[in-house]
Protein backbone atom coordinates (compact mmCIF):
# COMPACT_ATOMS: atom_id res chain seq x y z
CA UNK A 1 0.00 0.00 0.00
CA UNK A 2 1.58 3.11 -0.89
CA UNK A 3 1.84 6.14 1.55
CA UNK A 4 1.40 9.91 1.49
CA UNK A 5 5.72 10.32 0.82
CA UNK A 6 5.59 8.21 -1.94
CA UNK A 7 2.32 9.23 -3.64
CA UNK A 8 3.85 12.95 -3.62
CA UNK A 9 6.77 11.79 -5.30
CA UNK A 10 4.83 10.31 -8.08
CA UNK A 11 2.67 13.03 -8.63
CA UNK A 12 3.63 14.83 -11.85
CA UNK A 13 3.13 18.54 -10.27
CA UNK A 14 3.36 18.89 -6.33
CA UNK A 15 2.85 22.62 -6.18
CA UNK A 16 1.59 24.13 -3.47
CA UNK A 17 -0.76 27.20 -4.21
CA UNK A 18 -1.42 29.70 -1.53
CA UNK A 19 -2.94 33.10 -0.55
CA UNK A 20 -1.91 34.76 2.78
CA UNK A 21 -4.23 36.20 4.85
CA UNK A 22 -4.45 39.40 3.85
CA UNK A 23 -5.97 38.56 0.34
CA UNK A 24 -9.25 39.02 -0.73
CA UNK A 25 -11.72 35.88 -2.07
CA UNK A 26 -11.50 36.92 -5.41
CA UNK A 27 -7.62 36.82 -5.69
CA UNK A 28 -7.81 32.64 -4.29
CA UNK A 29 -10.63 32.24 -6.77
CA UNK A 30 -8.68 33.88 -9.63
CA UNK A 31 -5.42 31.56 -9.06
CA UNK A 32 -7.70 28.82 -8.46
CA UNK A 33 -9.32 29.38 -11.89
CA UNK A 34 -6.15 29.86 -13.57
CA UNK A 35 -4.36 26.93 -12.30
CA UNK A 36 -7.72 24.64 -12.53
CA UNK A 37 -7.13 23.44 -8.69
CA UNK A 38 -10.78 23.33 -6.16
CA UNK A 39 -9.12 24.61 -3.50
CA UNK A 40 -6.00 26.53 -2.09
CA UNK A 41 -4.24 26.59 1.37
CA UNK A 42 -4.16 29.96 3.02
CA UNK A 43 -0.72 30.54 4.81
CA UNK A 44 1.25 32.92 6.57
CA UNK A 45 4.62 32.26 5.70
CA UNK A 46 4.67 28.96 6.81
CA UNK A 47 2.42 28.61 9.38
CA UNK A 48 -0.86 26.80 7.55
CA UNK A 49 -3.96 28.90 8.91
CA UNK A 50 -6.60 27.11 6.85
CA UNK A 51 -7.86 26.26 2.92
CA UNK A 52 -10.11 27.59 0.91
CA UNK A 53 -12.26 25.67 -1.33
CA UNK A 54 -14.68 25.78 -3.93
CA UNK A 55 -17.38 24.48 -1.30
CA UNK A 56 -16.41 27.59 0.95
CA UNK A 57 -16.95 30.06 -1.48
CA UNK A 58 -20.44 28.62 -2.19
CA UNK A 59 -21.38 28.35 1.13
CA UNK A 60 -19.83 30.65 3.41
CA UNK A 61 -19.52 33.56 0.27
CA UNK A 62 -22.35 33.49 -2.25
CA UNK A 63 -25.29 32.30 -0.05
CA UNK A 64 -24.02 34.43 2.57
CA UNK A 65 -24.07 37.65 0.19
CA UNK A 66 -20.30 38.34 0.70
CA UNK A 67 -18.66 39.78 -2.23
CA UNK A 68 -15.31 38.16 -3.64
CA UNK A 69 -13.83 41.52 -4.43
CA UNK A 70 -14.32 43.03 -0.67
CA UNK A 71 -14.42 39.38 1.81
CA UNK A 72 -11.12 38.43 3.38
CA UNK A 73 -10.27 34.92 2.62
CA UNK A 74 -10.06 34.98 6.57
CA UNK A 75 -13.44 35.27 6.80
CA UNK A 76 -14.46 32.34 4.61
CA UNK A 77 -11.66 29.99 4.69
CA UNK A 78 -12.21 26.62 6.81
CA UNK A 79 -9.74 27.12 9.97
CA UNK A 80 -9.03 24.07 11.95
CA UNK A 81 -7.95 21.90 8.82
CA UNK A 82 -7.33 18.00 9.01
CA UNK A 83 -4.18 17.35 7.81
CA UNK A 84 -1.52 13.83 7.12
CA UNK A 85 1.94 13.23 7.21
CA UNK A 86 4.26 11.39 4.58
CA UNK A 87 4.12 8.16 6.85
CA UNK A 88 0.04 7.89 6.46
CA UNK A 89 -1.51 5.32 4.33
CA UNK A 90 -3.57 6.21 1.11
CA UNK A 91 -6.16 3.85 3.55
CA UNK A 92 -5.77 6.65 6.25
CA UNK A 93 -6.68 9.51 3.74
CA UNK A 94 -9.69 7.81 1.97
CA UNK A 95 -10.81 7.37 5.56
CA UNK A 96 -10.28 10.70 7.12
CA UNK A 97 -11.70 12.37 3.96
CA UNK A 98 -14.52 9.97 3.62
CA UNK A 99 -15.40 10.37 7.66
CA UNK A 100 -14.99 14.29 7.72
CA UNK A 101 -16.42 14.86 4.04
CA UNK A 102 -13.48 16.52 3.23
CA UNK A 103 -11.69 16.76 -0.69
CA UNK A 104 -8.21 17.72 0.33
CA UNK A 105 -5.56 17.23 3.04
CA UNK A 106 -2.31 19.66 3.15
CA UNK A 107 0.64 17.00 4.03
CA UNK A 108 2.75 18.45 6.80
CA UNK A 109 6.06 17.25 7.76
CA UNK A 110 7.55 18.77 11.01
CA UNK A 111 4.87 21.06 10.88
CA UNK A 112 6.01 22.07 7.73
CA UNK A 113 3.58 22.23 4.59
CA UNK A 114 5.04 20.08 2.10
CA UNK A 115 2.13 19.07 -0.48
CA UNK A 116 -1.55 19.05 -1.03
CA UNK A 117 -3.70 16.00 -1.42
CA UNK A 118 -6.74 15.46 -3.72
CA UNK A 119 -9.76 13.57 -3.45
CA UNK A 120 -8.82 12.99 -7.22
CA UNK A 121 -4.68 11.98 -6.23
CA UNK A 122 -6.25 9.36 -3.64
CA UNK A 123 -8.57 7.32 -6.62
CA UNK A 124 -5.80 7.66 -9.07
CA UNK A 125 -3.66 6.27 -6.62
CA UNK A 126 -5.97 2.96 -5.56
CA UNK A 127 -7.32 2.74 -9.29
CA UNK A 128 -3.22 2.15 -10.28
CA UNK A 129 -2.53 -0.10 -7.57
CA UNK A 130 -5.75 -2.15 -8.28
CA UNK A 131 -4.56 -2.25 -12.20
CA UNK A 132 -0.91 -2.98 -10.41
CA UNK A 133 -2.23 -6.04 -8.44
CA UNK A 134 -4.36 -7.41 -11.36
CA UNK A 135 -1.26 -7.59 -13.79
CA UNK A 136 0.60 -9.24 -11.30
CA UNK A 137 -2.26 -11.59 -10.78
CA UNK A 138 -2.54 -12.06 -14.70
CA UNK A 139 1.61 -12.56 -14.95
CA UNK A 140 1.42 -15.12 -11.89
CA UNK A 141 -1.60 -17.12 -13.70
CA UNK A 142 -0.49 -17.40 -16.84
CA UNK A 143 3.39 -17.85 -15.37
CA UNK A 144 1.79 -21.17 -13.07
CA UNK A 145 -0.67 -22.15 -16.04
CA UNK A 146 3.17 -23.50 -17.72
Partial sequence: MLNVKQLLAGKPHNRIWSVHSGQMVIEALELMADRNIGAVLVMDGEELLGIFSERDYARK???????????????????????????????????LMSEKRIRHLPVLDQNRVIGLLSIGDIVTAIINEQKHRIQSLEHYITGAAY
Fill in 61 to 95: GILQGRKAKSTPITEVMTAGVFVVEPHHSIDDCMK
